[in-house]
């Protein structure tokens, strides 16, 4: 049982490039995160999604695209990369039903500096 | 809006010590409590959670209480082990959205 899996678990990325974030969920779940985590601060939240073809807005989503085009996969897409951009990402999921008990899955998360 | 303040770290206790970390909330509607503890190089965890006001979370020796009148949601743990250093998270969910506190680390020395 998988869970959530993200990819790389590392990158390094120079100034102006692109990457993407790999997140896919094995657990059905409808909800999807994308969480940023900087030194000593808490998580913000970039993008989520409710379902297959909805996104939106978080709380940071400057520089950052999204797609859902499946239950399963929740790609987080990085134009330009930036050394502001430089940070630890989560993706998380949860079951719709279940979303105010908490139950909210995270992956492993993936380090990504740009210098 | 809704946010989260939790008390700063770092914290170090020694085994055996009593463990309290404050949280305090701000909400609109009537959120769930949670905390989660963070391992280093793993993603988060839950570990304990209250759906309403004067619920008790508890797992692992831990447990929160959630006072919905000094809207708070402290974690206390009667006696730490060595194995309990980790980041610990207070969060609150509300509608489609989880909000994070910053953190609080915590390292007990044997």
């Known amino acids: 049982n998988a869970g959530v899996t993200q990819t790389p678990k590392f990158r390094i990325l120079k100034i102006g490039q692109s990457m993407t974030l790999q997140c896919t969920q094995d657990?059905?779940?409808?909800?999807m995160y994308w969480y940023r985590q900087d030194p000593g601060m808490g998580l913000k939240l970039i993008y989520y999604s409710v379902g297959a073809g909805i996104t939106d807005k978080g709380e940071v989503p400057n520089g950052y695209n999204v797609s859902r085009s499946t239950t399963e996969d929740f790609p987080l897409r990085l134009e330009l990369a930036a050394p502001s951009q430089t940070s630890v990402y989560f993706c998380a999921s949860s079951h719709r039903a279940r979303i105010d008990t908490g139950e909210l899955f995270f992956g492993e998360g993936s380090r990504l500096t740009v210098l | 809006g809704n946010s989260v303040t939790q008390m700063e770290g770092p914290v170090t206790l020694s085994e055996e010590a009593f463990l309290t970390i404050n949280c305090t909330y701000t909400a609109t509607g009537y959120p769930s409590l949670f905390w989660y503890v963070q391992y280093p190089g793993e993603g988060l965890q839950l570990l304990l959670k209250?759906?309403?006001?004067?619920d008790k979370g508890s797992n692992k020796g831990f447990e929160a209480t959630y006072r919905k009148e000094t809207t708070s949601f402290h974690l206390e743990k009667g006696s730490v082990q060595v194995s309990d250093s980790a980041v610990y998270f207070c969060a609150l969910a509300t509608g489609n959205q989880f909000y994070f506190g910053t953190g609080t680390s915590l390292t007990v020395i044997p």
């Open positions: 657990m059905n779940h409808n909800y």
């Open positions: 209250a759906t309403k006001a004067d």
